[in-house]
């Protein structure tokens, strides 16, 4: 099957960029796939972190992807339009998590071969911090498209508000397996400059507000000594908001923190010296951060927002919200009544169950399936 796909992808760094890269390399083993991004995803006075790219150079996907649009230049649209509608693809995948991005999409879309069809993946609809153009800007958006696939009921449930007899498979988010190995922990440890004594509570990823890691920092206070905290990854908001929620010096020498982005290449340090992940969201949908932990077999103690209860399911643990007292309870129980050893076990058994060949082969079956729209 011919295919183009839009997305985040290499150099642009993150999430989406890493699911739309490990995602081409499965539909590549049976598809024809064309790949496209951007030129610039946001002009850098509204970018909150130091770079929108990549700082290392990963040859195995240099000069892939074309770099088409400027997401808040109109006047590239209609390049970016020419081009993907050159390619005359059986199936157009486009990649959906800002409602910023509605109106190119939806302008390609539109220009793009009557026969082809239009499948949006959808990681999120209604955004963690929402704006008043959001909802009118998705309704847009999923009338124009021809079938959707979600990773979580709640994507799904916001996408049926919207249009209620939307053609929608949901999926389960594969879990990232294009890091290094797994190294041995003491030595992980001695790489980030931990005491391999302490237990090792880690917190991964860009750091947003809705992410919660006031709660999780209020919480740390409530835990003994025999407790680290790892926090890592680039600080969109207001660092020292955070940090001066500990104001005991002897607790804050046992919180260390990694404020950058984390490569590639630099990923198994962290989960192989952690003890346990920690996601004390706000709000959610699904999760990058749980498919890594779990590649890298760490249970996850999480909170009951979004998707992530039934990500989670049996490999981890689900609290409350908005409670850092509970948090901090779910963390003690998790070591003292050693549940962790029953969701290694469970993790274990899932190895291989979320896998990216199978992702991409429910994708294209769902898409062969889709009627595209009329008109």
Known sequence: MKISIFSAYYPFRGGIAQFNERLVKSLDKKNEVAVFTFKKQYPNFLFPGSSQFVTTVNHDLEGRAQRIVSTFNPFSYFGARSKLKSVKADVFIANYWMSIFSVFLIFCSRGLKSKTKRIAIIHNLVPHEQRFFDRYLNKLFVRNFDAFVVMSDKVKEDLLSLRPNASCMRLEHPWYDQFLDKIDREKACEKLGLDSTKKVLL??????????????????????????????????????????????????????????????DEVHLYFSAADVSVLPYRSATQSGVTATSFYFGVPVIATDVGGLKETIQDMGKVVQPDNAELLAKAITTYFNEWQYIAFKESILANSGKYNWDNFAEKLIEFASLSAPLEG
Do not use: C, Q, W
């Open 203 to 264: 917190f991964f990823g860009l750091i947003r507000d809705y992410k919660g890691l006031d709660l999780l920092l209020e919480g740390f206070n409530l835990l003994d000594d025999s407790y680290t905290l790892l926090i890592a990854g680039e600080f969109y908001t207001n660092k020292s908001a955070y940090t001066n929620l500990i104001l005991d010096p002897e607790i804050m020498s046992r919180v260390k923190i990694v404020d950058k982005f984390i490569p590639d």
